[in-house]
């Protein structure tokens, strides 16, 4: 019973918490730093074949970082615990829908002052004038990750038993 208690506060501390991010996602939070870390680590991992995938990598390590916790908790049969990295990705989304609609004005303090990646990215693909519309929409798919784990959060709160997970 102490887990599940826990668990529904999780649940409504992600809500309120999330609730505060997308209300403004251009104000920097604690969380941050650590998107930010892995961002950057995606640069490296995706840096073998060539400027776009190297660039890209920070955006899709962003992601599947989240991801690969929400595949590693759902199989271990965590349905709830599932759904606190589905908020990450949610909130991950928001972060880069800033940098993405930052392509062309590219006001964003940058690491290091480096390059854009979303204004290179693009350019190159001729895309660069609809740097807003892609932001909208990746704003989007952030609203519908943290909407399906709120959700999904308190249905599979209602199926935990709250007995400790066993491996």
Request: glycine share 10%; net charge negative; hydrophobic share 50%.
């Amino acid at each position: 019973m102490k887990e599940k208690r826990w668990r529904a506060a999780l649940t409504i501390i992600l809500l309120v918490y999330g609730f505060i991010c997308l209300r403004n996602p251009r104000e920097y939070r604690w969380i941050d730093s650590l998107d930010l870390a892995i961002h950057e680590t995606g640069h490296l991992v995706f840096g073998f074949d060539g400027e776009n995938l190297m660039l890209l990598g920070g955006t899709l390590f962003q992601l599947m970082v989240p991801a690969a916790f929400v595949a590693a908790l759902w199989r271990a049969g965590d349905r709830h615990g599932a759904t606190v990295p589905l908020w990450w990705m949610g909130q991950n989304c928001w972060n880069i829908s800033v940098y993405v609609r930052d392509a062309r004005a590219q006001e964003l303090p940058l690491v290091g002052g480096g390059e854009h990646d979303w204004a290179i990215l693009l350019a190159n693909w001729d895309r660069l004038s609809q740097d807003a519309a892609l932001a909208n929409s990746v704003h989007l798919v952030g609203v519908v990750l943290y909407l399906a784990a709120i959700l999904g959060g308190s249905v599979w709160l209602q199926h935990t038993s709250g007995e400790p997970i066993s491996p």
